[in-house]
């Protein structure tokens, strides 16, 4: 779902002070939220429908049951600080509508995350905050993973101690290992995340699915909401139907640090589903590796005419079209696509998609890195579709193998006819 016509909802994570619309001054330096990550009281709240500002009396959310206080002014900007990791959790931990939504690696269990969690971030090991990693140079923070990669040359920090510590080269080095640990052949092909992240959401479920398409039932007339056995929500009547799962295993693409996406403007095929983003990077790309994701699968609405993405207005005052108030998809679509100024036919469906997050947070202690054989294997493999690569146990060919065979067995009985030959002669000496 798009942040376009839902705005006010959508920006309560975002740095701008009064983002309701898309009028919003960018270039006004006065609208930038300094507190949301450098004050350290921890009572800062934005109103989560408040368009990014904090409240001016005390005023109750319905959709958490919580009253927003206003801020104490004085003590919070007495407090500001260099940025910790509960400030970076407010949105990144949270993001998507709530706890262990989009990211599997991030969620509030990594606020306080034990060795078995992170060996970084561990509370009783390098308690790592974000910043460690995520440099910032003139507030521009290194990570960014679409038309920007995190990373476009992989430096150590041997090499120059000013570079970002973004990629696990910077502080690892491309031989992180041990001399002759076989492990050290992989770094030019393989990420270290593929390995040492074993699999993600390991304290918490995270959000795999979410269907659309089955929002708005009711009960007794009621919007409500429905817990599964994870103790999350299966299904909520604004959102749909949702699919909770813990102890992922990730999906496993080639990756050169950015990230493609479909545009509004793209027309996408609705006879299959249709990958909303996807890693970019191939076999042949000398700055890609094999790196593990979180891939979310769902339905949206699409327009069955211009065969285009639609975008929902969702979030909305009481007299408006958005679908939480009057809960009609064709007046939110209409009114979502008209605010986006793109073109709309009138006619919609819903159509199955699919997202992919990078997973690069809750790196497991060694002893519990991914094993050889979990890759290296025909049945079930992590590596089942990783294409355009010889993998030796996976792969295979049963001439190349009988051939091969041959010449390891023509080889031995040659060693042994030579041994042979040799025991003979010596003995013909001997007599």
């Known amino acids: 779902m798009s942040i376009q016509s839902n705005e006010a909802r959508c920006t309560s994570c975002h740095i701008g002070y009064g983002w309701k ?53 004085n003590k919070v900007a007495q407090s500001v600080g260099r940025p910790t990791r509960d400030n970076c959790g407010v949105c990144h931990f949270y993001g998507g509508g709530g706890d262990m939504v989009k990211h599997g690696d991030l969620d509030s269990s990594m606020h306080k995350p034990n060795k078995a969690l992170d060996v970084h971030m561990a509370v009783d090991g390098r308690n790592f905050d974000c910043t460690r990693c995520h440099t910032t140079n003139s507030h521009q923070v290194a990570g960014r993973i679409y038309s920007t990669p995190a990373a476009t040359a992989r430096t150590t920090l041997a090499q120059d101690d000013l570079t970002p510590r973004i990629t696990c080269e910077s502080c690892h080095t491309a031989t992180p290992h041990k001399p002759g640990v076989k492990a050290n052949d992989h770094t030019d092909k393989v990420s270290c995340q593929s390995c040492h992240i074993p699999e993600f959401a390991r304290a918490l479920p995270t959000k795999m699915r979410w269907d659309w398409s089955t929002a708005g039932k009711m009960k007794d007339g009621k919007p409500y909401k429905e817990k599964g056995p994870l103790g999350t929500p299966v299904y909520d009547t604004q959102k749909g139907n949702f699919v909770w799962e813990k102890n992922v295993r990730p999906a496993y693409f080639w990756y050169n640090g950015t990230i493609d996406a479909v545009s509004l403007k793209d027309p996408i095929d609705p006879t299959k589903p249709v990958a909303l983003n996807w890693p970019v990077g191939s076999p042949q790309d000398p700055n890609a590796r094999i790196a593990p994701f979180k891939i979310h699968t769902g339905k949206q609405p699409y327009d069955t005419v211009h065969k285009t993405m639609l975008v929902p207005h969702l979030f909305g005052p009481p007299d408006s079209d958005a679908y939480w108030r009057k809960y009609d998809w064709q007046l939110a679509l209409a009114s979502g696509m008209q605010k986006a100024g793109l073109p709309y036919s009138g006619q919609f469906d819903f159509v199955e998609t699919s997202y992919v ?35 030796p146990g996976r792969d295979g060919n049963r001439v190349i193998e009988v051939l091969g065979w041959a010449a390891v067995l023509g080889s031995l009985a040659g060693v042994l006819l030579h041994a042979l030959g040799r025991a003979v002669s010596r003995r013909r000496k001997e007599g």
């Not at 939220?33 to 429908?49: N, S, W």
């Not at 497991?364 to 690569?389: D, F, L, T, Y």
């Open 357 to 391: 997050y990078p997973t690069t947070h809750m790196v497991a202690p060694k002893e519990k890195s991914v094993s050889c054989n979990e890759c290296h294997s025909r049945e079930n493999g992590r590596m089942a579709g990783i294409k355009g690569v010889y993998l």
């Open 21 to 73: 619309d898309k009028n919003f001054d960018f270039k006004d330096a006065s609208k930038v939220d300094c507190l949301v990550c450098h004050e350290q009281t921890g009572t800062y709240k934005k109103f989560p429908a408040g368009a990014g500002n904090p409240v001016k009396e005390p005023t109750l959310f319905p959709g958490d049951g919580i009253t927003y206080l206003p801020p104490e002014w």
